[in-house]
């Protein structure tokens, strides 16, 4: 976290940073907000003002510039945001005092259009402008708020200086957030110098100009439905079929926390904050299986997916630190403001709970999102097994919208795993009960004792963790004797696979028994920033089709065997070394965000980094043994050796059941 600066409520752009470095960034901005539209400042690893534009538009964040230091009210724009819109000269033969003294009606994305008066125009000179209408996120005027887009060295130096720097020589843009789709008439009273004592021949043509020029704007406002809406003028200045819609400028209120009555009297009575959700770090607040408000995660959840097959990873992790804290509050919410107050909200998730709330349960993003036929296709792409949300991306670019146009017209591109995962795609997406999980783990652990008795299993994953229904099953090997677990992944595949039950290996590694079963090395702080890390512990293991050979009536008359009608299933096997079997289990046990913070946790908290094959010093690389107690004696089992992780972090225990991060 930065010291005590007075840094205006930032927002950062993710173009050229790595996860890593992306990561580090937010924890160090203390006025970071995921929200666009609430940004002061938007802060990019940028150089160029054509760049931060492009960033913009990618958020569809759309601004009108306005000149440095320009004040929220009387200002004209001095260009459109978008670099594609027309520029307009000064006519020749006009000098510079004569172009200010104009009327002008700019138009957004079709230049500047001009209606001239004389030189003596009077005292007092009226500028009308078309301009588009300010956004905010929910969709209402902005009222005038000014945005700046800044080099991220100002913050960097700023941090260095111990204050908060000027922005001048690190500003790129300042302007106004605009909606393309939307248009106002604005007018804003300059005062003049006064002219000339005018002759009788320009005071007439002076009267005639100004005169047409308000008749026109008259019959705008007059052919503008009253209230800001309906049908849009079709005069000259139209640019396209779709026409902006010209209104009289009205203030429209910004979207906010709406509160009756019987609200107020509840967020006089709300309960206290827990002290555990005052914390960044899930892993260190208890989480349940089935929270209070799992109903209105489960909308979040939705927008959520919605953001990752769409490459926002900003929003996939603010989604995501959101849904960890509400899915910690151990009360039923009853207001927008009581979700307001909460870490890791704010008022951008306050207003959909609200909308939610006022909707019979649905949020209109996640309606629309579930509606969305290219999401609907990424999602299909997405949910096979081998591809990634960029896979997905790439395999919609080509033209392809099902499994049928793959096979088709890709499957001699994909992977073998890929397709594998096309093959077995709609039995994969099947739900394992839990006793089904059971079978299949306990049978693992008998083909591991026929190799070398003496192997304990934990079953990890979504299932430990308290699920009716897992979408596949993770399982821990480990042995007190070290050399068992060497090598051993290997052997008990082919003991799977000899007796039926492995059907196809999509992965094995043996990355740890290749470096002596020693806990993956730390490369140090001084790996490059690029260098992002794969997300995939290095531990030796198996993952693998798996298909019960075990059916009725699998033999018909004549020894002829029948189509086996198991469905298939993802089976994960990983073998770990006794002495850090507890990082094992504790990494392949718990959510997601949970891992996530538990690897921040350790690093900003205790100097340390953790993989699910042990824990090293960030100050030496060393390997930090956690598992054996103070006389040196090793975990007499896989799970006391996980409690042992956790008193060793500085961590309270967290059952599995209270892991659940979403």
Partial sequence: ??????????????????????????????????????????????????????????????????????????TIPVAAADP????????????????????????????????????????????????????????????????????????????K?????????????????????????????????????????????????VSKAEAILKRALQDAPAGG???????????????????AHIAVRPALLKKSTSEE??????????????????????????PPNDAFIEELKKIRTARTLTGDKIGVRAYSSAIATLAAYPYKLSSAHEVSRLPGCGSKIALLFQEWRDNNGRIAEAVEDETDPRLAVLKLFYEIWGVGETTARDFYNRGWRGLDDIVEYGWDSLTRVQQIGVK?????????????????????????????????????????????????????????DEKATLGFVEKIVLSLETEGYITHTLILSTKNSERGQMPVA?????????????GFDTLDKALVVWQDPQFEGSQEEGGKRKKNPNPHRRVDIIISPWKTAGCAVLGWT???????????????????????????????????DLETDEKGRPAPDMLTAERRVFQGLGLEWRDPEERVTG
């Fill in 590 to 624: 718990s959510g997601t965000t949970f891992q996530r913070d538990l690897r921040r946790y350790c690093k900003k908290e205790r100097q340390l980094k953790f993989d699910s094959s042990g824990v090293r010093s960030r100050v030496d690389g060393q390997w930090v």
């Fill in 265 to 290: 009297e509840i967020d006089r009575n709300l309960p206290p904050i827990p002290a555990y959700l005052h914390t960044t770090f899930s892993c260190q607040r208890p989480t349940p299986v089935n």
């Fill in 1 to 74: 976290m930065a010291p005590d600066l007075d840094f205006p409520v930032i927002f950062l752009l993710s173009a050229h940073l790595g996860s890593e470095e992306m990561q580090e960034l937010e924890e160090q901005i203390p006025t970071l907000t995921y929200d666009i539209n609430e940004a002061q400042v938007i802060l990019g690893k940028v150089s160029r003002k054509e760049r931060a534009l492009f960033e913009l538009r990618k958020h569809k964040f759309f601004i009108e510039e306005v000149a440095p230091g320009s004040n929220n009210e009387g």
């Fill in 229 to 247: 809406s309906g049908r849009p003028y079709p005069g000259k200045f139209s640019h396209n079929p779709h026409h902006h819609h010209r209104t």
């Fill in 522 to 534: 730390w490369k140090g702080n001084s790996r490059g920033k690029d260098e992002a890390g794969t």
């Fill in 424 to 480: 077995y795609y709609d039995e994969f997406l099947m739900g394992i009960p839990r006793d089904e999980v059971e079978r299949i783990a306990n049978k693992c652990l008998e083909h591991a004792n026929r190799i070398v008795k003496g192997f304990q299993m934990v079953i990890v994953g979504g299932y430990r963790r308290g699920k009716k229904i897992s979408g596949d099953v993770d399982l821990v090997l480990s042995h007190p």
């Fill in 161 to 209: 200086a111990g204050e908060v720097l000027p922005l001048d020589q690190y500003l790129l843009i300042e302007g106004r957030k605009i909606n393309p789709e939307t248009t106002t008439i604005t007018t804003t009273v300059t005062e003049m110098k006064p002219p000339p004592l005018p002759t009788a021949s320009s005071i007439y043509n002076s009267a005639t100009a």
């Fill in 84 to 159: 594609t819109s027309p520029k307009r000269k000064r006519t020749a033969g006009t000098s510079p005092s004569s172009q200010s003294k104009r009327r002008k009606v700019a138009q957004p994305a079709e230049g500047v259009f001009e209606m001239y008066h004389s030189d003596t125009t009077s005292d007092t000179e009226s500028h009308v402008s078309y301009t588009q209408e300010t956004q905010t996120a929910s969709g209402t005027a902005a009222s005038g708020h000014i945005f700046k887009v800044v080099k991220l060295s100002w913050f960097t130096d700023s941090i």
